[in-house]
């Protein structure tokens, strides 16, 4: 165990699966910092009912100054981030013809600048304690055929590679880049958006696993990455799709 307890940074913590890694890193000990442009209120009172730690912080990923007072807070309360979880999203589904330039930009910018920004603000503390874990979420819809979801797939793959170039370039210092890329998970959101269309049952038929994901099924990964254990794991991409994706 570390001396003290790590800071673990999450975005889009304030809802679905950022909600749950928050509590499974909190239940290993680490104070989260629940990072979302909504308030992670609920997070924060779920964590402390389970008798871990947690801040909520309100920030905008995409937004640079907002993204600097996140590392302000980080520093000025906790000294510094240990782990970063690189989980905020946007969606924004439709054809090529469909879409348009703002919804591009919209889901691009949450889905790549925010790790760009989220890294180089939290990094550095890292570097200067020598450890350090960075989780980025991709998705296993970068490896299926799936229509309609061309800015999303887009930025799902910028975020392996921005995972396997940054890893590059921070082991070592000690610290880790990974990504986690989960299937299709039910949570309240996507069980309500998506559950009249079937697409769930049509995932789990498919895949090794039968069944549907649920966020439960992503927290032990998270867990492991962000553990002292996975020191010498870097620069992968883990596939949590119940083994639809075979590679
Ligand atoms: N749910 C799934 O089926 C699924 C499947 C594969 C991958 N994923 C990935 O898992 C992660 C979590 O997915 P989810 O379904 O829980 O997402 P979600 O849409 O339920 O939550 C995303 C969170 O990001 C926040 N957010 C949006 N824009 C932001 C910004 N500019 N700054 C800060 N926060 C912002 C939202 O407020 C929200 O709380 C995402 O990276 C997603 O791509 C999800």
Known sequence: MPSKP??????????????FWALRLASDGMTVVAADVRPCDETVAQVTAAGGRAVAVLCDVTD???????QDEVDEQFGGADVLVNNAIAYAQGSLM???LADWRRVVSVGVDGLFLTSRALVPSMKRRGWGRVINVASNT???MLPGLVPYVTAK??????????????????ITVNCIAPGLTRTE?????LAETGL???MATMQAIPRTEVPED?????????SDDAAFVTGQTIVVDGGLVRH
Do not use: H, M, N
């Not at 790590?6 to 909600?19: K, L, N, S």
């Not at 992503?218 to 962000?226: D, H, N, Q, R």
């Open 6 to 19: 790590r800071t673990a940074v999450i975005t889009g913590a304030a809802q679905g699966i950022g909600r």
């Open 64 to 70: 640079e100054a907002s993204v600097k007072d996140l």
């Open 98 to 100: 469909e879409l348009t």
């Open 142 to 144: 970068f490896d299926l």
């Open 157 to 174: 793959g910028a975020v392996i590679g921005f995972t396997r170039a940054l890893a590059s370039e921070l082991g070592p210092y000690g």
């Open 189 to 193: 959101q996507s069980w309500e958006a």
């Open 200 to 202: 769930f049952d049509r």
């Open 218 to 226: 992503l927290v032990g990964t998270l867990s492991f990455l962000a």
